[in-house]
């Protein structure tokens, strides 16, 4: 039984549309993080959040406590936001993770 | 700019080889990480350390050991590489909970 569940696992997109990526978790939680994966490997924190909802550019991260819920959006979307995206949760020191959204955004 | 330098980015070692990966962060975090991601399983945590000196097991220790004599590096030792070893190895730190943790660029190890 995985802790983290994402959705989709991959997704293609074209240049300029909105996309959701989703995730849900069992465990409770003191913060969620959504993690961005370039090919290569290199890992970067696009968001930690506890409640409520983040924006950063043209990103935009929301969390439902009660739901155990949280959704990545990325508007107006772009080939160099072609990544994996990963959702987290932490528990004190443990961290648990999603499997990972494969995203292509085509020209 | 804060940084988690992981010393290899690709690496091939040979079966029954000891090899060691190594983890430093110039943050002054005290707990570091390794985990290691495979397609279809995610990241799974090998290691933790909450200070020096300090380790504890994560989900999958079996085959590794790690060393921690110093606050800035954690290394990650694979006493007798196997095959499947191979994998993408990943570092993390961050200060303390609840903080967000920084990540290395990781370190690709193929074990032939």
């Known amino acids: 039984k995985n802790e983290v569940e994402q959705s989709p696992q991959n997704l293609t997109a074209q240049e300029g549309e909105f996309i959701t990526i989703n995730c849900s978790y069992s465990v409770g939680i003191s913060a969620l993080h959504w993690l961005q994966q370039h090919p290569g490997g290199g890992i970067v924190s696009l968001f930690m959040l506890s409640s409520g909802k983040k924006k950063h550019g043209r990103l935009i991260a929301t969390i439902n406590i009660q739901e155990k819920h949280s959704s990545l959006h990325i508007t107006a979307s772009h080939p160099r936001d072609s990544a994996v995206y990963i959702c987290a949760v932490s528990t004190g020191n443990q961290f648990y993770f999603g499997t990972g959204t494969s995203l292509t955004v085509i020209p | 700019d804060v940084k988690v330098t992981q010393s290899s980015r690709y690496l091939v070692k040979r079966t029954g080889e000891k090899v060691f990966l190594e983890c430093v962060q110039d943050m002054d975090h005290e707990n570091m990480f390794w985990y290691r991601q495979d397609p279809g399983l995610g990241l799974r945590l090998i290691y933790f350390s909450y200070d020096v000196k300090m380790k504890e097991k994560g989900d999958i220790p079996e085959g590794y050991s790690v060393s921690r004599e110093k606050k800035e590096r954690f290394s990650l030792i694979l006493e007798s590489a196997s095959t499947n070893q191979t994998s993408m190895y990943l570092c993390?730190?961050?200060?303390?909970?609840?903080?967000?943790?920084?990540f290395g660029s990781g370190t690709r190890l193929t074990v032939v």
């Open positions: 993390a730190s961050r200060r303390g909970a609840p903080g967000g943790y920084t």
